[in-house]
């Protein structure tokens, strides 16, 4: 059977020697291939503790015997982009996130335009906006680079025991950090921007109220979501660690 | 964190109790329980955190790349079994 891809966005429509349209194979071919491109697009850019389900979503695509079908199960493999989840061990890679500098860049510059502000600031209204925004951000640099500086001690995801037992000890660590008197350093800095941005943005009711709802909603997850999320992951590493205490006895 | 009992949860929890043993595809999951990928996947997300599904990549032979697989564990068996599945003689 020959069949000539034509070009989907023309009108025009050849038949085969069977008789069927050549450009409804053409449809056809290009929603395949869209979907195919769909899913590939989902597991690039998904958290580096879903891509093993994104890439299994995606296989998926090749037994799937309908195009509109194969569409229909692209589009909703999308949702699994909105799952941010870090690497478990089990995955057995590294767990880098992409565009890790984006927020240190960020700070960087958020914290030399805020001091330029304040130091150029004539009032001082101004200058107290602009030195609560620099301190958040200064405080914040402080917490990431202490976080990085134990990060320097991973071992290799090879070694995966030990790999599993610095995962524990950072989350252990992280947990610790929630129940001191350290839990609020992070809503502390996250209201000092806010207020110091609200502030600066005052004649602009819109935009105080937009930033101190985001505000609100970066307290809510440092406070309700963040230690539940350590504890559950606490629970399936400690999981992980007897299950291969019990493998080696 | 415990299972959330959804009617979608418990028609893939119910195709898994079937058969223990036997491995799934996620689109054989999709076709038995009328679930779309954006439905089921994120329940069988949730089940590995729990600990109750594992999941394993199948080596195909005909150059194919490997389709993941899943799979209740024995936890999620038989903690689960009595919730999902009536009348089932143990």
Redesign the interface.
């Known amino acids: 059977m020959a069949i000539s891809r034509t070009n989907p966005f023309t009108s025009r429509a050849w038949t085969n020697d069977r008789g069927s349209s050549i450009c409804e194979s053409g449809w056809r071919i290009e929603i395949r291939r869209f979907a195919v491109r769909l899913s590939a697009w989902v597991v690039r850019w998904s958290s580096p503790g879903?891509k093993?389900?994104a890439?299994?979503?995606s296989?998926?695509i090749?037994?799937?015997e309908g195009d509109w079908a194969a569409l229909?199960?692209?589009?909703?493999?999308?949702?699994?982009l909105l799952?941010r989840r870090r690497s478990l061990p089990t995955v057995n890679r590294d767990a880098v996130a992409p565009l890790w500098w984006i927020f240190p860049m960020i700070a960087a510059t958020q914290i030399l335009s805020s001091v330029m502000d304040a130091w150029k600031a004539h009032s001082v209204h101004d200058r107290a906006a602009a030195s609560l925004i620099a301190a958040g951000w200064v405080c914040w640099a402080a917490l990431s680079i202490d976080d990085w500086f134990w990060q320097r001690d991973k071992p290799p995801v090879s070694d995966i025991q030990a790999f599993r037992l610095f995962v524990r000890a950072t989350l252990e660590r992280r947990l610790r950090h929630y129940r001191s008197e350290r839990r609020w350093l992070s809503p502390l800095i996250a209201v000092s921007i806010c207020a110091g941005f609200v502030m600066k943005f005052e004649a602009n009711v819109i935009a105080a109220v937009v930033i101190a709802a985001g505000g609100a909603l970066v307290l809510w997850m440092l406070f309700l979501d963040m230690p539940?999320e350590i504890r559950?992951r606490l629970t399936?590493i400690n999981?992980l660690i007897s299950e291969d205490a019990n493998a080696v006895k | 964190m415990k299972l959330r009992r959804s009617p979608q949860t418990a028609l893939v929890m119910a195709e898994f109790l079937q058969d223990k043993d036997e491995w799934k595809y996620g689109y054989q999951l999709s076709r038995s329980t009328g679930l779309r990928s954006g439905t089921l996947y994120p329940i069988l997300i949730r089940l590995a955190a729990l600990g109750l599904l594992e999941t394993s990549w199948e080596a195909t032979s005909e150059g194919r790349p490997p389709r993941h697989l899943y799979k209740l564990t024995q936890d999620g068996y038989f903690t689960h079994k009595p919730f999902y599945v009536k009348g089932m003689d143990e």
């Open positions: 879903c093993d389900w890439q299994g979503l296989r998926e090749e037994y799937i229909v199960w692209s589009i909703g493999s999308t949702r699994i799952d539940e559950q399936h999981r």
